[in-house]
């Protein structure tokens, strides 16, 4: 059975970094293509990024600008890095497996609140 | 972007009842619409996947179908277990974008 788990600080002070985990089991992140998504009270839900092994990635234009994403094969992990955060970027960051022009298998999403 | 827009924002229905959710796109996306159930601490699952198909775990109460801009969600007998926000998604052109969300509660 595939799982994903996010993990990552719950709080990041403004202007900070904002770095998450997603840990992969019961399959490869060699295999397919991985995807963040968040869920921000302004925005919903929100795409924000995909990345394809060995690590080629696609951002939304939205956070081009602040997004990096990489991955580990082998500890079978996948990473976000979001810079110059607000209060604008808390919320719930997931991350999804994609699969046939889906988010087929989702994580329990991990709670991200921006403060000082 | 390509818009996703869903209608109603929130339905309350009874038990056994056909709920409906619709959900329109500013430019067509052909047939590439997702649809999500979310449950605030759950891993969201995908209920349908473009060409109205339905994921392989899902109940069969759920279906969907559409094209072009316009789609919709039923629930065939809602379900207690059916409380939760469904969201539709657009796959056809970057950036993949969402709807704003439809809640669902018993009445």
């Known amino acids: 059975q595939v799982h994903l788990q996010e993990s990552g600080p719950g709080l990041v002070k403004p202007s900070g970094t904002l770095s998450l985990t997603c840990t992969v089991s019961?399959?490869?992140?060699?295999?397919?293509?991985w995807n963040w998504i968040r869920q921000t009270a302004g925005a919903g839900l929100e795409w924000m990024g995909r990345?394809?092994?060995?690590?080629?990635?696609y951002s939304n234009p939205s956070l081009q600008s602040r997004i990096t994403m990489s991955l580990d094969k082998s500890k079978n992990q996948v990473f976000l890095r979001l810079t110059s955060v607000t209060a604008a970027d808390t919320g719930v960051y997931f991350c999804?497996?994609?699969?046939?022009?889906?988010?087929?298998?989702w994580g329990l999403g991990t709670m991200v609140a921006v403060s000082s | 972007d390509t818009q996703m827009s869903q209608s109603p924002s929130s339905i309350s229905a009874s038990v056994g009842d056909r709920v409906t959710i619709t959900c329109r796109a500013s430019q067509s996306v052909s047939d590439y619409v997702n649809w999500y159930q979310v449950k605030t601490g759950k891993a969201p699952p995908r209920l349908i996947f473009p060409g109205s198909s339905l994921s392989g775990t899902v109940s069969s109460r759920f279906s969907g179908s559409g094209s072009g801009t316009e789609f919709t969600l039923t629930i065939s007998g809602l379900q207690p277990e059916d409380v939760a926000t469904y969201y539709c998604q657009q796959s056809y052109d970057f950036p993949w974008t969402f709807g704003q969300g439809t809640k669902v509660e018993i009445k």
């Open positions: 999804a497996r994609g699969s046939s022009n889906s988010f087929d298998i």
């Open positions: 019961g399959w490869s992140v060699s295999a397919d293509y």
């Open positions: 990345i394809y092994p060995p690590g080629t990635t």
